[in-house]
């Protein structure tokens, strides 16, 4: 980490959809529409949070709670600030938002394809439970993932 970066976690509100989708084109083969990131706003078990590093929209999560189990649904950092500890500081920041709401379990799916994913979500403490067989564009498997937080 630079020493005097500013780093912030916020809701996430309209004005940030068109960066959030620039950010979501950078990172994956199968990108989110406008339209799902528009809906996520509104969603009620839905919890869409923007990481902003010097001002500047660098990341994204959304994760749903459903009572004691949570789900990222959505992630990704810029590419610019990749490989710099971001990912994990806003996925530690997601363990500790569910733990005061009482949550135990959460849970993600990540491409097989998607080393550096894949190592950070080992990092942060996930085990894979599970496979969904060509999940991904009809050719990529997704390993189910799951944290114990409690």
Request: hydrophobic share 40%; aromatic share 14%.
């Amino acid at each position: 980490m630079e020493g005097q970066e500013r780093i912030g976690i916020r809701r996430a509100d309209a004005k940030d959809i068109r960066r959030v989708v620039e950010i979501e084109n950078l990172s994956f083969n199968t990108p989110w529409t406008p339209g799902f990131f528009k809906h996520e706003l509104s969603n009620p078990v839905s919890y869409f949070y923007i990481l902003e590093i010097q001002d500047k929209l660098a990341g994204y999560v959304i994760f749903w709670i459903f009572k004691s189990e949570a789900h990222v649904a959505n992630i990704a950092i810029h590419p610019e600030y990749r490989r710099k500890s971001y990912g994990g500081q806003l996925l530690n920041w997601v363990f500790q938002f569910c733990r005061k709401r009482g949550v135990e379990t959460i849970s993600l799916e990540v491409n097989e394809m998607n080393s550096a994913a894949l190592q950070l979500y080992t990092k942060t403490g996930f085990k894979q439970v599970g496979k969904r067989v060509k999940y991904y564009e009809h050719r990529y498997d997704a390993l189910i993932l799951t944290k114990t937080l409690l």
